[in-house]
T-cell receptor, first 117, second 114 residues
Framework: GAVVSQHPSRVICKSGTSVKIECRSL??????MFWYRQFPKQSLMLMAT?????????EQGVEKDKFLINHASLTLSTLTVTSAHPEDSSFYIC?????????????FGPGTRLLVL | AQSVTQLDSHVSVSEGTPVLLRCNYS??????LFWYVQHPNKGLQLLLKYTSAATLVKGINGFEAEFKKSETSFHLTKPSAHMSDAAEYFC????????????FGKGTTLSVSS
C-alpha cells in the first residue's frame, strides 16, 4: 500500500527556535497533503491543506505565519513551526492523497512529536 | 456542517468476545465515512471506508461497519476481539462533497483483556 513518511519522528527544541517537519509520499504522487495536530488523548484537528505549487489553505484559527507550509513537489510537503513556544508542543501528523487513487482515501504518516521547552 | 460523534470514549472487552464501537454522523449530503485505527507510536491505518456503494463494508483484520442512513450511524464491529486490536479508533467523515479533507471523531480507546 501507499506509504507516507515523516521526519523527524521526534524533536525537542528550545522556545523561540523554528522547527521543520517533512512529509513525503514514498511510492505515489500527491498533489494534496494535509497537516493535522493531535493533542494528548484527543482527536486529530486539521490545520491546513497543502497543494503542490500553490499556497496552503489554513483552517480557521490556525496562524499561517506561525505554521509555514511548503509543497514544492508532488512527493514532499514541509511544515515549519516558527518561533516555537511550549504551547506548540503536540503531535503533528501529515497525510497525502494518491493522485491516481480513490480521491477520498488519505494515507497518513507516523507523526512527529514536538516538545518545546 | 459535517460532524461525527463517537459515543464511547473507552470500550473494554475480553479476548474472543464481540467488539462494537459506535459512531453517529451528521451530513448535509451523502457522506464518505471511514474508520481509522491508531496504535501507540504508529501512524493511522485505514480499517475500512464507505463511499456510497454497499452499506455493509468489510475491512481489514475482521472488522466491518454498516452504514445506516435512517439512523445516521456507522458502527464498527468485529465478532471476536484479539489482544492486538487494543488501540485508538477514529470514525471519520469527509468535510465536503469533493472529499478533500477529513473530520475526525474524538476517538474510542479499545482495551482487550485476556
Amino acid at each position: 500500500g501507499a506509504v507516507v513518511s515523516q521526519h523527524p519522528s521526534r524533536v525537542i527544541c528550545k522556545s523561540g527556535t523554528s522547527v521543520k517537519i517533512e512529509c513525503r509520499s514514498l511510492d505515489f504522487q500527491a498533489t494534496t497533503m494535509f497537516w493535522y495536530r493531535q493533542f494528548p488523548k484527543q482527536s486529530l484537528m486539521l490545520m491546513a491543506t497543502s497543494n503542490e505549487g500553490s499556497k496552503a489553505t489554513y483552517e480557521q484559527g490556525v496562524e499561517k505565519d506561525k505554521f509555514l507550509i511548503n509543497h514544492a513537489s508532488l512527493t514532499l510537503s514541509t511544515l515549519t513551526v516558527t518561533s516555537a513556544h511550549p504551547e506548540d508542543s503536540s503531535f503533528y501528523i501529515c497525510s497525502a492523497r494518491d493522485l491516481a487513487g480513490v480521491r477520498e482515501t488519505q494515507y497518513f504518516g507516523p507523526g512527529t512529536r514536538l516538545l518545546v521547552l | 456542517a459535517q460532524s461525527v460523534t463517537q459515543l464511547d470514549s473507552h470500550v473494554s472487552v475480553s479476548e474472543g468476545t464481540p467488539v462494537l464501537l459506535r459512531c453517529n454522523y451528521s451530513s448535509s449530503y451523502s457522506p464518505s465515512l471511514f474508520w481509522y485505527v491508531q496504535h501507540p507510536n504508529k501512524g493511522l491505518q485505514l480499517l475500512l471506508k464507505y463511499t456510497s456503494a454497499a452499506t455493509l463494508v468489510k475491512g481489514i483484520n475482521g472488522f466491518e461497519a454498516e452504514f445506516k442512513k435512517s439512523e445516521t450511524s456507522f458502527h464498527l464491529t468485529k465478532p471476536s476481539a484479539h489482544m492486538s486490536d487494543a488501540a485508538e479508533y477514529f470514525c471519520v467523515v469527509t468535510s465536503n462533497q469533493a472529499g478533500t479533507a477529513l473530520i475526525f471523531g474524538k476517538g474510542t480507546t479499545l482495551s482487550v483483556s485476556s
